[in-house]
């Protein structure tokens, strides 16, 4: 039940009411018509987001052959935007205290679209690197303000569900992003193949700002200064358990994406010689992590965060081992046990940081997401170099190193779990 008009004047002086409408307002209940509606509309921004910055990807073999580039310097397509993407994100989540949280992801999404646009466009490779960092900058309005917008507004009952909806939308945007291209850029060309993707990000943002209800819980704070943004800064790395979940962010996204920026190198070279069309059908994977990310959610939210992320991380140890053999059906069962426990991970430990971070809810998910995407960018581009050295088994060897340090940070969190300190 919400409280009436009058109540609320009544039992909020006005001073105290613009600074915590949480007194008043009730959280968004699970199952109710405005959960579905938040949901669906941060599934659009959260596919929104993983098309626009991964559609690169299985474009790699082409961008080497189009601009005469190694697989190495390929990838820095994607890991300069997930860099550019990590600091953004940072600086995004401190000012995002003092911004309306709808307006900030909707600028991020229209203009992040616009430059996919324009890289269809380029005529020369250091341009496209240019403009793909660009909207790694562009995009940084977006996941750290959707991680704070739900741990705000949901209720906590609900919050795993509804994180792993969200995070369901960027499955569905990786792979929208990796299959639409690869199809395209078979009949098409791969510039086609990058400005379809861009249309479809500018239809995806109207989505978003037509379904997405007002903020109940959050009023923009002004006038935040550096002392404010430090002193908070200070306790998310005091906080038990949260520096860990930093770098499970790191360690998460960097195998993730580590593993899938050379799978298309292997799958293009004899044996088995696939079409571009052809690999990214493997990436119809990706609708494994549309059902693991909501079903993880709620998972944790039943039996605990901690079991379930250390399931996750094994399971894509498991992935990473069968891609190791030789029958493309163990590859792509491989790939697909990465990606369904990839998924369940990122939901149950992005959901994990809202529910320990007692204030400043943006920056917490903001410094989650920078290790995220510095484990996308470092690791993504290392793999290279492995790649070239070692072949897929030194790829394989480097992802299966990170993730058994995964395992045991994830044993970490579990521990405190049960003593009731996580």
């Known amino acids: 039940m919400t409280a009436s008009p009058g109540a609320d004047r009544k039992t909020a002086p006005s001073s105290a009411s613009a600074a915590s ?79 309306s949280r709808r307006a900030m992801m909707t600028a991020s999404l229209t203009a992040s679209s616009l430059l996919t646009l324009a890289v269809a466009f380029v005529p020369h490779w250091e341009t496209l690197l240019v403009l793909r960092t660009l909207e790694g900058i562009a995009l940084g309005g977006v996941p750290a303000v959707a991680m704070a917008w739900l741990a705000e507004e949901m209720h906590p009952e609900g919050l795993g569900l509804s994180m792993g909806l969200y995070v369901g939308g960027t499955a569905i945007g990786g792979m929208a992003g990796r299959v639409i291209t690869g199809i395209c850029t078979d009949l098409f060309g791969w510039r086609v193949a990058v ?51 930093f770098v499970m962010g790191f360690v998460l996204m960097g195998s993730f994406v580590t593993l899938y920026n ?21 990436f119809l994977v990706y609708l494994t992590g549309v059902v693991a990310s909501p079903w993880s959610g709620r998972m944790a939210d039943t039996f605990g965060r901690g079991r379930v992320l250390i399931a996750s991380l094994a399971l894509m140890l498991a992935g990473v081992v069968l891609t190791m053999f030789t029958p493309l059906y163990a590859i792509a069962a491989g790939i697909a046990c990465l990606t ?5 991970g990122h939901a149950v430990a992005s959901g994990w940081v809202g529910r320990l971070a007692r204030e400043a809810k943006g920056q917490a998910a903001a410094l989650y997401l920078l290790a995220y995407y510095l484990g996308s960018s470092i690791m993504g581009s290392v793999g290279g170099h492995f790649w070239a050295g070692w072949g897929w088994g030194g790829v394989a060897g480097l992802v299966a190193v990170l993730l058994v340090a995964g395992l045991a940070l994830a044993r970490v969190l579990r521990a405190r779990e049960r003593e009731g300190a996580a």
Do not use: D, N
């Open 195 to 245: 400005a379809v993707i861009g249309v479809l990000g500018l239809c995806s943002m109207f989505a978003f700002r037509s379904l997405l209800p007002p903020s109940r819980h959050f009023v923009p704070k002004r006038g935040l200064g550096f002392s404010h943004h430090h002193a908070a800064l200070i306790r998310h790395f005091g906080r038990p358990g949260l520096p860990v979940l």
């Open 340 to 344: 369904i426990g990839f998924f369940a």
């Open 262 to 282: 050379y799978i298309g190198y292997r799958l293009i070279a004899p044996p088995y010689s696939m079409s571009q069309a052809a690999i990214g059908a493997i």
């Open 21 to 99: 409408p949480s007194a008043t307002l009730p959280y968004i209940e699970r199952g109710s018509p405005a959960f579905w509606r938040a949901s669906l509309a941060l599934l659009f921004a959260g596919y929104a987001t993983f098309s626009l910055l991964y559609c690169v990807q299985p474009l790699l073999p082409a961008f080497s052959q189009t601009f005469g580039v190694s697989p190495a310097q390929s990838s820095l397509s994607l890991s300069f935007s997930t860099a550019a993407l990590a600091g953004a994100i940072f600086v995004a989540g401190f000012f995002s205290e003092g911004w």
